[in-house]
């Protein structure tokens, strides 16, 4: 089936297809959950240039690494970080790394000493300083043939084992016995035909278990230490690096994020990737610092739908035990990859999902500056008393940059993607069949059905409370298809819809009269 387009005008049409053409202003609306996060940030290790899908907090340190290298010490990962103590759905990553960093490798021999023939090359899986904390071995094969080897990797502790290698000959069954799974830690080249010498301890480096860490220097033998480079502003804005990758990921995530860099030039990229962004670009300032007033200044810069700046660094436990400043829009990333598209951030029952929070910077804020950042068209974290009594957080508002009023709030754009990608998959099964009446009476319908069962689910479409009535229209006849579209093989699809606004605003009115006596206990 061929993919959706998005388009700006209808001078775009080309290949076959369901293109996309919003109103401006597009009607508030609602169609597929997009709970998928998008995050681009330097971790300790994992492939790099390309978007990883990621399910599992499991699967995100198999490939991408923990916090550190293993020592402790100061956080390596900003991956890491941005995920401390908070749920997440699934993860789209792009691991961004120094354009001169390097992969750690050594090349194995025939002999002992240096003196043989180089015939494989172990290269770490992916770029950094990571690799050098990878020992191997060889070993007798298991399956007894004196042409194959073993070959046993070790690292934080672990040790993998690969059996029966075979590069004698014209054979070469590395990629088969190794394969291309994103956690794998090395790469294996054939040089030559042969097989590397058994590791013995304390020969060539080895240490007394036999390992010899990649990137090791040893006398007579090629190596190359892994490293880290320097991270520019560029490794995240380049053309093809990571932010472009992740908005080219867009429509199927539901934030886009970058994280642990959150400087002016990222935020620009951000906001020059907005207009062919899918879902939106979540920022926040640079650092924990930045007043209200100055970041109400700055979120000016970026007045955009597709723009979600989110104000007021949350301070977590890190696992050290140590208070640390996290980036607010991690938070809101969170919540979003925990809630269906037409929940407001700010609900309250969204407060698990910000239970970690220890304190916030800026913590004497005022209702007034918090109003200011709303009216400014950011989102910002408040702290709460629950309904129990307890100490909670929550976000104040969900803002988009764009201060015009069908565009201001965040559920507000993604309840329009959902129901515009809803529609799009209702229609795409027009596509090549024959523009008639009844099959448009048919799309039409199941448009229409759908709309009605989320209307009496009291979901994403709002009912005239007098008619009782769902508010939309689904128009797909001769009176927006011309003959001549027709002809030309064009069917036009158009929908309004009403949805379900939030309460965003709920007056309490009290009135104490005279006649009124409100009486303190005195305690039991």
């Known amino acids: 089936m061929p993919a959706f387009k998005y388009i700006t005008n209808e001078s775009n049409y080309g290949a076959p297809g369901v293109y996309i053409l919003e109103r401006t202003p597009t009607p508030v609306m609602r169609g597929l959950a997009k709970n998928k996060i998008g ?17 599992s907090a499991r699967r995100l340190e198999e490939v991408f690494g923990g916090r550190d290298h293993g020592s402790g010490g100061a956080i390596v990962s900003e991956l890491w970080k941005a995920l401390l103590s908070k749920p997440f759905g699934r993860l789209a990553v792009v691991r961004v790394a120094a354009a001169a960093a390097v992969a750690a490798s050594f090349t194995a021999e025939t002999a002992a000493g240096g ?62 016995v190794i394969g291309s799974d994103d956690a794998n830690l090395v790469v294996l080249t054939k040089l030559a035909a042969g097989r590397p010498v058994n590791s013995a301890a304390g ?16 006398p007579s033998f090629t190596s190359v ?95 050290t035990d140590e208070l640390i400043a996290v980036e607010p829009h991690t ?39 918090l109003d200011a950042l709303d009216a400014a068209g950011s989102s910002v974290l408040e702290k709460r008393i629950g309904t129990g009594g307890q100490l909670q957080y929550g976000w104040a508002c969900a803002r988009t940059a764009d201060l015009a ?8 754009r993604r309840i329009k993607d959902y129901l515009i990608r809803g529609i799009a998959a209702r229609v795409a099964a027009d596509v090549f069949e024959p523009n008639t009446a009844s099959r448009r009476a048919a799309t039409k319908s199941a448009i229409s059905g759908w709309l009605d069962g989320l209307a009496k689910a009291e979901r994403f479409v709002d009912t005239d409370e007098d008619t009782k009535q769902p508010m939309y229209t689904v128009e797909n006849g001769t009176a927006v298809n011309s003959r001549n579209d027709r002809k030309a093989g064009i069917q036009r699809t158009e929908v309004s819809i009403g949805t379900i606004a939030k309460g965003l605003i709920l007056p309490l009115i009290v009135e104490v009269g005279p006649d009124v006596t409100v009486v303190v206990r005195e305690a039991a």
């Open 405 to 412: 009023v069908n565009n201001r709030h965040v559920d507000q």
């Open 39 to 55: 995050i681009a940030a330097v971790a300790v290790r994992g492939p790099t240039g390309r978007v990883v899908e990621v399910d």
């Open 225 to 319: 230490a892994g490293s880290d480079g320097s991270i520019a502003d560029t490794d995240f804005t380049g053309t093809g690096k990571a932010m472009e990758l992740l908005n080219g990921a867009s429509a199927e995530l539901a934030a886009c994020l970058v994280a642990g860099r959150s400087n002016s030039t990222v935020k620009a990229k951000a906001y020059a990737l907005a207009p062919t962004c899918r879902s939106g670009w979540l920022i926040c300032p640079d650092s924990a610092s930045v007043s209200y007033s100055t970041w109400a200044t700055e979120v000016a810069s970026y007045r955009h739908e597709r723009i979600w700046p989110c104000f007021r660094h949350p301070y977590l436990r890190d696992t």
């Open 203 to 218: 020969v060539d480096g080895a240490d007394t278990d036999g390992y010899t860490l990649l990137g090791q220097t040893v």
């Open 115 to 176: 003196g043989g023939t180089a015939v494989l090359r172990i290269d770490a899986s992916s770029v950094g300083t990571w690799g050098g904390n990878v020992g191997f071995k060889v070993s007798a094969a298991t399956d007894g043939n004196a042409n194959h080897f073993n070959l046993s990797l070790r690292y934080r502790g672990v040790v993998t084992l690969y059996e029966n290698l075979d590069i004698s000959s014209t054979n070469d069954n590395l990629a088969t």
């Open 331 to 369: 938070f809101m990333a969170s919540v979003i990859s925990q809630t269906d598209d037409d929940v407001h951030p700010g609900a309250a029952a969204n407060a698990p999902f910000l239970a970690a929070i220890v304190s916030l910077s800026f913590p004497e804020y005022q209702q007034d500056q």
